[in-house]
């Protein structure tokens, strides 16, 4: 035994690392890209707000990266100045962005520590904060992971999106402008003090504070617009306002009906015109059998083609009527916000047709929805 152990105990073992396997990670796009060459593009020339230079906020989820951003090919892309994995090198390529519809929001293609893929989506909190949301690529568990901007300095803080509890009512809206006009009924803002907006989508819910430009009681429409620092803006609308459908058409609806009880994710209801009047042959209406609830007020009356044709306004009230009625509801005709919108000084022009047309409800819903907002007021 004694000379089996002498036997092990006198050899001597090294490594030498041209005899061990190494592991080939994918490659990556590489640049010439320094911290002072990135430094100099964003001091020369008129920078998108996600162009900077950013570290890592440190968690137990990802490990510490510094990288540039600047525009490259009609792209963003993150390039490496440090890191503490030994597998990215200054120069790479960490992840591209590309703008999304909403100003500040990006479509990311994110290489993890082994360069393997993932897409995913980005946004700006503020000029500061860049947050993007992360899958363990082991247990598909998902992240929000924050990069600070370190270069070019900002003096703009984010400022709270807190609701007040003190809610009187709520309604839906819908965005006419890529700067934040959006069209809703005069009642859903009436008596309010105090006007907040929430888009939702991918990334999470967005809300903003708001005024009134112009209420039309008699039709019940009006437009407020978003007054916020935080809003960026839009690229573009999708659709466009139509002002004549025919009786049998169909038509649907997103919003937000009651969202105290029923929560504050967007629900979508469809159906046909069933007349081209309201009560007593009122011609501003569409009587519809879209189902609506309170909260549906001001929302979008979508054709097929994915186009607006009125604002969701009411339902028949049995009990006042005296008889019982079902799915009689009605929309205000998108003609009449049309009139109160060309009465703004300087009006921006409407996009005139739909980018949804050709799709399947489903997929019309998937785009329509980030531009239907929920309005609160105070």
Not at 179 to 187: C, E, F, K, L, M
Not at 326 to 349: D, Q, R, W
Request: aromatic share 8%; proline share 4%; hydrophobic share 30%.
């Amino acid at each position: 035994m004694n000379k089996c152990l002498d036997d092990i105990t006198s050899n001597h073992y090294s490594y030498n690392s041209s005899l061990t396997p190494q592991i080939q990670l994918p490659d990556v796009e590489k640049t010439t890209e320094t911290e002072e060459s990135i430094k100099a593009y964003l001091t020369s020339n008129k920078i998108d707000p996600i162009e900077g230079i950013y570290k890592s906020y440190q968690s137990d989820h990802l490990t510490y990266y510094k990288f540039g951003i600047i525009r490259k090919d009609e792209k963003f892309k993150a390039i490496i100045i440090e890191s503490d994995l030994k597998s990215w090198k200054p120069g790479e390529v960490k992840a591209t962005f590309e703008q999304s519809s909403m100003k500040g929001v990006y479509s990311v293609k994110w290489y993890s520590g082994t360069k393997t893929s993932q897409e995913t989506f980005g946004y700006l909190k503020n000029d500061g904060i860049l947050s993007l949301e992360l899958s363990n690529l082991k247990t598909g568990e998902k992240t929000q992971n924050l990069f600070v901007k370190m270069y070019p300095s900002s003096n703009e803080t984010e400022p709270s999106t807190k609701s007040s509890i003190n809610e009187k009512a709520s309604g839906s809206g819908f965005l006419l402008t890529p700067d934040g006009i959006i069209g809703t009924n005069a009642h859903v803002i009436a008596g309010a003090s105090k006007i907040e907006i929430t888009i939702s989508n991918e990334l999470g819910n967005f809300t903003y504070k708001s005024k009134v430009l112009l209420v039309d009681k008699k039709n019940d429409v009006a437009l407020i617009q978003i007054d916020d620092d935080k809003f960026k803006g839009l690229n573009e609308i999708p659709y466009g306002i139509a002002e004549n459908s025919d009786v049998g058409s169909k038509v649907f609806t997103i919003g937000y009906p009651l969202d105290n009880i029923m929560g504050t994710n967007y629900k979508v209801t469809d159906g046909i015109i069933s007349s081209k009047s309201g009560i007593g042959d009122d011609v501003r209406y569409y009587q519809i059998s879209v189902p609506l609830q309170p909260g549906n007020s001001g929302g979008p009356l979508f054709n097929r083609d994915g186009n607006i044709i009125g604002l969701t306004s009411s339902k028949l009230n049995g009990e006042a009527i005296g008889t019982q009625v079902e799915n009689v509801n009605y929309a205000i005709k998108s003609s009449y916000l049309l009139n109160l919108y060309n009465m703004l000084p300087n009006a921006p022009k409407l996009t005139t047709s739909s980018q949804v047309s050709s799709k399947e409800l489903q997929d019309q819903v998937k785009v329509l929805k980030n531009y239907v907002c929920l309005i609160r007021i105070y």
